[in-house]
Every structure is written in structure tokens, then in C-alpha cells.
């Protein structure tokens, strides 16, 4: 069974951009949770979706949000990039949202 | 607020030795993870822990969790290189589910 796919894997911006990032779940897995990982603050709840609805939001500021499709693909955007959001962003997806979360690659975003 | 303490942040051992991995959780839940992370890498998932009392063992780690005491340790038996990693527990708030993470415990295994 395929992994957890995350695109782009590294990804460089400059401060005022704007930048989407893919995760691929595992097939039949319907919940999605991102995190958001840097040296200072460690690993960070983003959100979760699960069956196209949101289920719950990290304490992130309304420049971050994320929308999951009927595939279970699911994306998160970042508007009006700062330095502080340079981090390895990471997608986990589980069969429901309580189960064991198995994780993807991640996306390693710098912001110039 | 869910509050996950690790300790130690760092750990440095000799191949061959023991060593337990604390982590300490501040309100009730009724799991806990514990993931591998190596170094540039994602997450892996190593256990889940359900129960008061559950143990569970991959190889040379062993993680247990004690409800009542709000503590899972995660035990090292004998030592290799090849463990060396960052080790986090984690842990779903009980009010919104969200994951909590600890710091993490960066493991240095000397050969």
C-alpha cells in the first residue's frame, strides 16, 4: 500500500508570497491533519479534516487554512508568507481521526 | 490545556545500555503515540497505547503507560547505534482532540 505523499517536498518563497502545498493520503483513509514543525516551537497541530469538513483548527493565524477534496486529497495554503513560517510542514493521515496517524515526508518550505 | 513534558530533551548513551524516556501529560486522555523521527525526516509511528497498565515492545523498545500517574515511559534495552533519533509522545486533548506533541527526546547512541 502506497504511503503518504506530500508535494512539493522543498519549497522556497519570499516574504508577501503565497504557497499551496498537496497531501496524498494513504488509499481509504478519510482523516487528514497537518503540522507545522521548526526547531523553536516543535511540532504544531495545523488542522484536521475528515470527510471534507474541517474538524478541528490549531491556534495558527487566519493566513493558514487547508480544504480536503472528495478523494481525500487535501491541500493548505499559506497567505501573505512570513519568515517565521519557514518550517517542515507535515500531513498525516489515519482511517478515522482517533486511529494511529501515519505520516507523509513532509514539505520543506524556506521564506526569504 | 493539554501539557506533554518529555525528559530528558537530550540523552546520550553507550551502545549495550538501558535507558527510559519519560513522558508526563498534565490532564486525562485516552491514548497515547509515540513516533520516531530521524534526522531530516517525517515521523514514524512506533506505538499506541490504549489502556491503564498497556505495554508494548518492537525489538529493543518497550513503551507503557500509567493513566493514574498521567506517565508513559518508553524503555531502551540494550542499546544500538541504529536507534539513535528524536522520539516524541503525543497525546489527543480530551475537550477538541487535537494532538498535543512533546519536545521530543534527541537520542545519541555511541558506538
Known amino acids: 500500500k502506497a504511503g503518504v505523499t506530500q508535494t512539493p517536498r522543498y519549497l522556497i518563497k519570499t516574504r508577501g508570497q503565497q504557497v499551496t502545498l498537496s497531501c496524498s493520503p494513504i488509499s481509504g483513509h478519510r482523516s487528514v491533519s497537518w503540522y507545522q514543525q521548526t526547531p523553536g516551537q516543535g511540532l504544531q497541530f495545523l488542522f484536521e479534516y475528515f470527510s471534507e469538513t474541517q474538524r478541528n483548527k490549531g491556534n495558527f493565524p487566519g493566513r493558514f487554512s487547508g480544504r480536503q477534496f472528495s478523494n481525500s486529497r487535501s491541500e493548505m495554503n499559506v497567505s501573505t508568507l512570513e519568515l517565521g513560517d519557514s518550517a517542515l510542514y507535515l500531513c498525516?493521515?489515519?482511517?478515522?481521526?482517533?486511529?494511529?496517524?501515519?505520516f507523509g515526508p513532509g514539505t520543506r518550505l524556506t521564506v526569504l | 490545556e493539554l501539557k506533554v513534558e518529555q525528559n530528558p530533551l537530550f540523552l546520550s548513551m553507550q551502545e549495550g545500555k538501558n535507558y527510559t524516556i519519560y513522558c508526563n501529560y498534565s490532564t486525562t486522555s485516552d491514548r497515547l503515540y509515540w513516533y520516531r523521527q530521524d534526522p531530516g525526516k517525517s515521523l514514524e509511528s512506533l506505538f499506541v497505547l490504549l489502556s491503564n497498565g498497556a505495554v508494548k515492545q518492537e525489538g529493543r523498545l518497550m513503551a507503557s503507560l500509567d493513566t493514574k500517574a498521567r506517565l508513559s515511559t518508553l524503555h531502551i534495552t540494550a542499546a544500538v547505534h541504529d536507534l539513535s533519533a528524536t522520539y516524541f509522545c503525543?497525546?489527543?486533548?480530551?475537550?477538541?482532540?487535537?494532538?498535543?506533541f512533546g519536545k521530543g527526546t534527541r537520542l545519541h547512541i555511541l558506538p
Open positions: 498525516a493521515s489515519s482511517l478515522i481521526g482517533q486511529s494511529f496517524q501515519f
Open positions: 503525543a497525546l489527543p486533548q480530551a475537550v477538541d482532540d487535537k494532538i498535543i
